[in-house]
């Protein structure tokens, strides 16, 4: 029985070598999750061992079959985005907890 890691950054630098790792390391289903199965960083992981599937963020129902009977989730995120994005000013302050 295989583990399973999420990759939600397999299109990117980080995350396509994470995706590479695990590859090579075996005993890991990895889901390779991104939000355009058909864009052009998506296109180098198709066909091989990962399972490349689709996450859409803006669209949290979506990320339930992603999450599902999962292990690991490798996740990049940007904080810096969240707190000086103009949409979230009066929600929190850097060092602070932020929900979104």
Known sequence: HEKIIIDLGATGN???AV???FL???GWQIRAATQDLSGTKARP???R???LIQADFDHPKTLVPVFKNANVIFA???FRGLYFDPINKD???PGEPLNL
């Open 49 to 51: 061992e990962a399972e």
């Open 91 to 93: 929600n929190s302050s």
């Open 19 to 21: 995706v590479e790792l």
């Open 24 to 26: 090579r390391e075996g």
């Open 76 to 78: 990049v995120t940007n």
């Open 45 to 47: 992981l198709s066909g």
């Open 14 to 16: 980080q995350g396509g």
